[in-house]
């Protein structure tokens, strides 16, 4: 693999981030920098929520969400939901999604955190083979999702 750094995002990192996500979800609406300025600083202001990112040359070129829970069950210990994973297609199968998700687990596992969990939309084989090599397992639990429109 290639010299990568991960860590967490950067407030000015916004435009460079929702470049790579128009590759998560192509046909979202392209969103204005400056009109989700206060969104944006809302996230970046939220203990709750961490955006990890792989930087390669100076280029974002992975990145995933992970989100802690606070939780009255297991011993009141928190829990982690990781989402929007998603990697350059030129910087793919190098090491760079596995080293961002394995940054939130260890966040989540530093913060007390008795589990993380990780859903995908994908039915490429490909994707699943990834997030097992990455430590997740399927079938553990079954994903319901309502999809507001």
Known sequence: ?????????????????????????????DLNVDDIQDHWN?????KMMKIIVAEHEGKIVSSCVLVLIRNLTRGARPYGLIENVITDADHR???????????AVDFAKDFGCYKVMLMTSSR??????????????????????????
Do not use: W
Request: with cysteine.
């Open 93 to 103: 199968r190098r090491g760079y999604g596995q080293l961002v998700l394995q940054n």
């Open 1 to 29: 693999m290639a010299n990568a750094f991960v860590r967490l995002i950067n407030k000015n990192e916004l435009p460079e981030l929702l470049l790579l996500y128009k590759q998560l979800n192509s046909d979202d609406p």
């Open 42 to 46: 809302e996230i970046m202001n939220d």
């Open 124 to 149: 490429i084989e490909g994707t699943h083979d990834f997030y097992e090599n990455c430590g997740f397992k399927k079938g553990d639990k079954t994903g319901y999702i309502i999809k507001m429109n």
